[in-house]
T-cell receptor, first 113, second 114 residues
Framework: GNSVTQMEGPVTLSEEAFLTINCTYTATGYPSLFWYVQYPGEGLQLLLKATKADDKGSNKGFEATYRKETTSFHLEKGSVQVSDSAVYFCALSRSGSARQLTFGSGTQLTVLP | SQTIHQWPATLVQPVGSPLSLECTVEGTSNPNLYWYRQAAGRGLQLLFYSVGIGQISSEVPQNLSASRPQDRQFILSSKKLLLSDSGFYLC?????????????FGEGSRLTVL
């Protein structure tokens, strides 16, 4: 079946540090890949997505590239801010359907001033 | 624009008591609706989804149930809560037409069962 494995947290960084949160997946065929973010006390919201191999999703300074050869979708940001403190979830959809989204366990990021 | 709201935001209930969490969507018609649970330190688990009034699909057997009495209303219920029901419950919606895989989430309801 489909699965998503995320880097274990929590991750603590200083402001302006470089961020990488690893995500690898197992799925047949060509899933769509997503990163969702959950700010404290809120629901999740879509951060970025990629629907085919070599696509790069980007938003708010975050980027992730769909690597089929390594089955990965690592999230990166060159310079994090305190306001980026949140939980980040990697997810895949085998068919592009939200009904069939598989989420990773989430990675807590804390950015210190 | 579309909005989604769920309530209550927090709830503390004793074991064996009933539960009702409500979710409403505004600004769209015939959405697909979802209930997820997020247990501490774990990912999201899809509990129920609905493609229309009275149409509910259960993903995980448990003592929870869901109902959709109106097009944009989705309710999560339990007759008798268990300690293991504690968690953060999230309602979400997607358009019924095109499906990009993007879910739109509500603010969440934190349930603590004592």
């Amino acid at each position: 079946g489909n699965s998503v494995t995320q880097m274990e947290g929590p991750v603590t960084l200083s402001e302006e540090a470089f961020l990488t949160i690893n995500c690898t997946y197992t799925a047949t065929g060509y899933p769509s890949l997503f990163w969702y973010v959950q700010y404290p006390g809120e629901g999740l919201q879509l951060l970025l997505k990629a629907t085919k191999a070599d696509d790069k999703g980007s938003n708010k300074g975050f980027e992730a590239t769909y690597r089929k050869e390594t089955t990965s979708f690592h999230l990166e940001k060159g310079s994090v801010q305190v306001s980026d403190s949140a939980v980040y979830f990697c997810a895949l959809s085998r068919s592009g359907s939200a009904r069939q989204l598989t989420f990773g366990s989430g990675t807590q990021l804390t950015v210190l001033p | 624009s579309q909005t989604i709201h769920q309530w209550p935001a927090t709830l503390v209930q004793p074991v064996g008591s009933p539960l009702s969490l409500e979710c409403t969507v505004e600004g769209t018609s015939n959405p697909n609706l979802y209930w997820y649970r997020q247990a501490a330190g774990r990912g999201l688990q899809l509990l129920f989804y609905s493609v229309g009034i009275g149409q509910i699909s259960s993903e995980v057997p448990q003592n929870l149930s869901a109902s959709r009495p109106q097009d944009r209303q989705f309710i999560l219920s339990s007759k008798k809560l268990l300690l293991s029901d504690s968690g953060f419950y999230l309602c979400a919606w997607t358009p019924s037409g095109g499906n990009t895989g993007e879910l739109f989430f509500g603010e969440g309801s934190r349930l603590t069962v004592l």
